[in-house]
Every structure is written in C-alpha cells, then in structure tokens.
C-alpha cells in the first residue's frame, strides 16, 4: 500500500552536488525511521544514514561531513543532500522507510536511483 518514489539522481563530475528526493506515497501510515542505502557495481547494499521520526540522524563514516539527510514529515518525504561528491559515491541509491499503522510495522525499499559521479 506505500510506495517510495525517489528522484534527484544523475550523472555530475567530481565534487559537485545532488539532492535526491523520496516521496513516501499511501494514506493512514505514519513513517518511524527513514534512511539511505546505496549499493555500487559488485559491492554489497550498504547504509548511508539515517533520520528518525523526530529527526535524530546517523552516517556511515564515508559520507559523514559531506551528506545530509532529512525529512518532511507533513509531507512524507526524504531528501539527501550530497555534496563534495567522490567517484565512490556512484551507486544505486535506495529509499528506505520504516512504516506503521497503529502499533503494525513494515519496511519498504525505494526503486533505487543512480547517481554516477565522474572525473
């Protein structure tokens, strides 16, 4: 019943700046923690960070200082700052949310946006 719809992703040369977006889609749910994984060619999906519902956030070490997430709760939505891009950020990037409905809980995934950084 919720959809994540994420958009913001392209391809920029090294250094610059994206804003991806996820749009959480479905009526009567509330939204706990969101966050943002990516997974590059041949490597494992990892996470990225992380924001809960009152907007307490957390990074992974590689992005830490230069990513910046957050969110809209009226809204439903995601975003992810990203600048001082690296080659190493080129991934698929995920949408991830956390939704409820009184005290029921389920995951749900984004379709994944590219982001391709270039030198």
């Known amino acids: 019943q919720v959809h994540l719809v994420e958009t913001g992703g392209g391809l920029v040369q090294l250094g610059e700046s994206l804003r991806l977006s996820c749009v959480a889609i479905g009526s009567g749910f509330n939204f706990a923690s969101m966050g943002w994984y990516r997974q590059g060619p041949g490597k494992e999906r990892e996470l990225v960070a992380t924001i809960t519902s009152g907007g307490a956030t957390n990074y992974a070490e590689t992005v830490k200082g230069r990513f910046t997430i957050s969110r809209d709760n009226a809204k439903n939505t995601l975003h992810l700052q990203m600048n001082g891009l690296k080659t190493e950020d080129t991934a698929v990037y995920y949408c991830?949310?956390?939704?409820?409905?009184?005290?029921?809980?389920?995951?749900?995934w984004g379709q994944g946006t590219q982001v391709t950084v270039s030198s």
């Open positions: 991830n949310a956390d939704v409820y409905r009184g005290f029921s809980y389920s995951n749900h």
